[in-house]
């Protein structure tokens, strides 16, 4: 293939292009907020399942006070009939009377062993209150977290895909009057090569895979017409030839 050497020194330019939208594109997906926002979400979701649960078991516990208050509402209900009913006269015998003082002597000692009951409920309700509370907080903390790395990312992306954007254009305009055979070229090379098209021979040296030419590959290299599009013998690249090529 031939070209203008004025077209393959262009190349270098469309591949110092290319190589900065490659750089830009791979600051957009190695950005730091990445793993801040991933870390984040994992905590932030394991915090909510945390606050379901502990809300859940929160609620679990308040229905267990409510139904041994209960309990205990009734046991001294029961006392308080069996207590106006002997103050009454109302009990005929004595028989019916001692048995009502008996139940009620029971019922006091179910009662306090109710209110035993109670008590231990009540701990376990304000500590499940104090476990929603300090995870909520933390829930909240979490989210803040999150929405400050999402913040943060955003503005990155922003500012590099303004970046990415200018230079594109700037693109267009170099690869616009660079021949399509040439261009369609580099362009091959350039997805086989890993992202480099075209290097420049600096110094006797490919700067595509750093390799140095021996004299005899050199003086070939030299006595190729300034049309001829060269390519590196070791990794295939558009080899452009320059003033500093050292040949």
């Given at each position: 293939?031939?070209?203008a050497p004025a077209?393959?020194i262009?190349l270098l330019?469309?591949?110092?292009?290319?190589?900065?939208?490659?750089?830009?594109?791979?600051?957009?997906?190695?950005?730091?907020?990445?793993?801040?926002?991933?870390?984040?979400?994992?905590?932030?979701?394991?915090?909510?399942?945390?606050?379901?649960?502990?809300?859940?078991?929160?609620?679990?516990?308040?229905?267990?006070?409510?139904?041994?208050?209960?309990?205990?509402?009734?046991?001294?209900?029961?006392?308080?009939?069996n207590?106006?009913?002997?103050?009454?006269?109302?009990?005929?015998?004595?028989?019916?009377?001692?048995?009502?003082?008996?139940?009620?002597?029971?019922?006091?000692?179910?009662?306090?062993?109710?209110?035993?009951?109670?008590?231990?409920?009540?701990?376990?309700?304000?500590s499940?209150?104090?476990?929603?509370?300090?995870?909520?907080?933390?829930?909240?903390h979490?989210?803040?977290?999150?929405?400050?790395?999402?913040?943060?990312?955003?503005?990155?992306?922003a500012?590099?895909?303004?970046?990415?954007?200018k230079?594109?254009?700037?693109?267009?305009t170099?690869?616009?009057?660079?021949?399509?055979?040439?261009?369609?070229?580099?362009?091959?090379?350039?997805?086989?090569?890993?992202?480099?098209?075209?290097?420049?021979?600096?110094?006797?040296?490919?700067?595509?895979?750093?390799?140095e030419?021996?004299?005899?590959?050199?003086?070939?290299?030299?006595?190729?017409?300034?049309?001829?599009?060269?390519?590196?013998?070791?990794?295939?690249?558009?080899?452009?030839?320059?003033?500093?090529?050292?040949?």
């Amino acid at each position: 293939m031939n070209a203008a050497p004025a077209d393959q020194i262009r190349l270098l330019d469309l591949q110092a292009i290319d190589s900065k939208l490659d750089q830009l594109a791979h600051r957009r997906r190695t950005l730091p907020e990445h793993a801040e926002i991933e870390k984040a979400t994992a905590d932030h979701t394991a915090l909510k399942d945390l606050v379901v649960a502990a809300e859940a078991q929160q609620g679990d516990t308040a229905r267990e006070l409510t139904k041994a208050e209960q309990d205990v509402e009734q046991v001294r209900a029961r006392a308080a009939r069996n207590q106006q009913r002997m103050d009454s006269g109302a009990v005929g015998s004595a028989r019916d009377l001692e048995n009502l003082q008996h139940e009620n002597e029971s019922l006091a000692k179910r009662q306090s062993d109710l209110e035993d009951v109670v008590l231990e409920v009540m701990e376990r309700v304000e500590s499940a209150q104090t476990r929603v509370t300090e995870l909520s907080g933390r829930l909240e903390h979490a989210e803040v977290v999150l929405k400050e790395a999402t913040e943060r990312r955003d503005t990155a992306f922003a500012g590099l895909d303004e970046e990415s954007a200018k230079v594109a254009r700037d693109r267009e305009t170099v690869a616009a009057v660079i021949p399509a055979d040439l261009l369609k070229l580099y362009t091959r090379l350039r997805e086989q090569q890993g992202g480099v098209g075209a290097a420049r021979l600096y110094q006797r040296r490919c700067e595509g895979c750093r390799v140095e030419f021996a004299i005899t590959d050199l003086n070939e290299i030299k006595a190729q017409p300034a049309e001829t599009v060269v390519r590196c013998e070791n990794c295939g690249r558009i080899l452009v030839r320059t003033a500093d090529s050292g040949i």
